[in-house]
T-cell receptor
Framework: KAGVTQTPRYLIKTRGQQVTLSCSPISGHRSVSWYQQTPGQGLQFLFEYFSETQRNKGNFPGRFSGRQFSNSRSEMNVSTLELGDSALYLC?????????????FGPGTRLTVT | AQSVTQPDIHITVSEGASLELRCNYSYGATPYLFWYVQSPGQGLQLLLKYFSGDTLVQGIKGFEAEFKRSQSSFNLRKPSVHWSDAAEYFCAVGAGGTSYGKLTFGQGTILTVHP
């Protein structure tokens, strides 16, 4: 069974631009959670989507948004990029509706904002 | 709100030595507890999990962890470390109910293995 895939793997953007990151979950998993990882703040929860609906949201500004499609693929968007948005963005796939609580992570997208 | 503390930022052990990584959590109810490992430039790999039942759980790569409710701890152990175990280790706590999809992570412990 294929794992979680994230595209692109690396991205360089300029301050003020916006960016869209994509995540394809493990087949059969209908939940996707997103996390930001930085050296200073560690791993922080951004949001979770299940069945195309946002179920949980972390403490991030409104510039961070996401969505989920009917095939469970998810995208997250960051608008008006700031230098502090440079991070590794990880998505995790899990099976909320089957009671499994294990989150399986993709390799991440490394975003650099200059 | 739940929180996780990993007191050791960096641990160095010799290959073949035993290992224990500490994790303390704060959560009002019975927590869901996890240990993940991350190699440089990679995502997180699940090592083991605790939901309920037997407090000693076995994971992949020869790791085990023990849940101690009285100490709010979930320490990770391995009897004999291999050079390939060098990585960063994260303890995480999850909540059920409406917070199902949210994990709260500790700051991580970097493990260095000397030959």
């Amino acid at each position: 069974k294929a794992g979680v895939t994230q595209t692109p793997r690396y991205l360089i953007k300029t301050r003020g631009q916006q960016v869209t990151l994509s995540c394809s979950p493990i087949s059969g998993h209908r939940s996707v959670s997103w996390y930001q990882q930085t050296p200073g703040q560690g791993l922080q929860f951004l949001f979770e989507y299940f069945s195309e609906t946002q179920r949980n949201k972390g403490n991030f500004p409104g510039r961070f948004s996401g969505r989920q499609f009917s095939n469970s693929r998810s995208e997250m968007n960051v608008s008006t990029l700031e230098l502090g948005d440079s991070a590794l963005y990880l998505c995790a796939s899990h099976s909320r509706d089957r009671g499994f609580y294990e989150q399986y992570f993709g390799p991440g997208t490394r975003l650099t904002v200059t | 709100a739940q929180s996780v503390t990993q007191p050791d930022i960096h641990i160095t052990v010799s290959e073949g030595a035993s290992l224990e990584l500490r994790c303390n959590y704060s959560y009002g109810a019975t927590p869901y507890l996890f240990w993940y490992v991350q190699s440089p430039g990679q995502g997180l790999q699940l090592l083991l999990k605790y939901f309920s039942g037997d407090t000693l759980v076995q994971g992949i790569k020869g790791f085990e962890a023990e849940f101690k409710r009285s100490q709010s701890s979930f320490n990770l152990r391995k009897p004999s470390v291999h050079w390939s175990d060098a990585a960063e280790y994260f303890c995480a706590v999850g909540a059920g109910g409406t917070s199902y999809g949210k994990l709260t992570f500790g700051q991580g412990t970097i493990l260095t293995v000397h030959p």
